[in-house]
């Protein structure tokens, strides 16, 4: 375990016998009811799941920067006249899939 900025940041072994993964600490969306992120929270909720996946939820600590990754993700998997929005999603999953990534 290791301390950054006075958070406890712990690493887990994950599977394969693949690199350590870190865990950051984030504030659970059932807690984001007012502020920033009770602003955000339907901007980023899975509303297929009803939870907001992590890659979002480490940003709760700084509902600026989770602004900032939402606008980027709509900017870039948008539909355009070149790619349309099915498409895009396409190629993000193969690269996932490559990258033995879930998202």
Known sequence: MARLDNKLICCHPRPHNEEPMSWIETIPDHEWTDGELGELHGQ???RTYGRVDNIMSIHSLNPR?????????????AGT?????????????????????HY
């Open 44 to 46: 980023v909720v899975d």
């Open 65 to 77: 920067g989770m602004a900032a990754h939402a606008s980027l993700y709509g900017s870039a998997m």
């Open 81 to 101: 006249k070149s790619l349309r929005k099915v498409e895009r999603e396409l190629v993000a999953l193969v690269v996932s899939q490559v990258n033995d990534c």
